[in-house]
T-cell receptor, first 116, second 113 residues
């Protein structure tokens, strides 16, 4: 299994500002992902954080709005830029631990963002 | 495009009753997950299902997978209040975990005493 530490756990931010969320894993992992969960909704994949190269974004998400860094195999950041109230969501970091039949996806505790 | 449909989306039931949540998905999958989410919390992994006919049980919850029908079920036996939560199924498309998960919309489960 993988233990994921995500910071901050919550924040209240002014519109127009940016927030950087950190995700630290206790072991080296190849695949790291960022998801968004809007209030009362399911999870939507934002992007795959690639180590050593630019993140791969899903349809509807762009690098200018959600820049992602992945400097090594244990750490990633997601920035929510130029925030508006519509960005109020829970943002979750996820990793896949590859172990053959025991391959599994794990999630951080999430960052609850409120934009006012 | 992989689509995951979960139903019901909302379920209110009494303690002691049995019920089943269904998860249909549209394309082949490497694995299927069931997660539990309590209000304001992250996701807790319940089950990972890999192969056709897989059945896993933990306490009052049992999950099964039919890959031919592209259907998974989460069965709740003799429900208790502590099982109140939102349950998500999520599908891992072919690719060995490299493409992220596609989630169902979740089933908001309320179990009343």
């Amino acid at each position: 299994s993988a233990v994921i530490s995500q910071k901050p756990s919550r924040d209240i931010c002014q519109r127009g500002t940016s927030l950087t969320i950190q995700c630290q894993v206790d072991s080296q992992v190849t695949m790291m992902f960022w998801y968004r969960q809007q209030p009362g909704q399911s999870l939507t994949l934002i992007a795959t954080a690639n180590q050593g190269s630019e993140a791969t974004y899903e349809s509807g998400f762009v690098i200018d709005k959600f820049p992602i860094s992945r400097p090594n195999l244990t750490f990633s950041t997601l920035t929510v830029s130029n925030m508006s109230p519509e960005d109020s969501s829970i943002y979750l970091c996820s990793v896949v631990s590859f172990a053959g039949m025991n391959t599994e996806a794990f999630f951080g505790q999430g960052t609850r963002l409120t934009v006012v | 495009e992989l689509k995951v449909e979960q139903n019901p989306l909302f379920l209110s039931m009494q303690e002691g009753k049995n019920y089943t949540i269904y998860c249909n998905y549209s394309t082949t999958s490497d694995r299927l997950y069931w997660y539990r989410q309590d209000p304001g919390k992250s996701l807790e992994s319940l089950f990972v299902l890999l192969s056709n006919g897989a059945v896993k049980q933990e306490g009052r919850l049992m999950a099964s997978l039919d890959t031919k029908a592209r259907l998974s079920t989460l069965h709740i036996t003799a429900a208790v209040h502590d099982l109140s939560a939102t349950y998500f199924c999520a599908v891992d498309p072919p690719g060995g975990g490299a493409d992220g998960l596609t989630f169902g919309k979740g089933t908001h489960l309320i179990i009343q005493p």
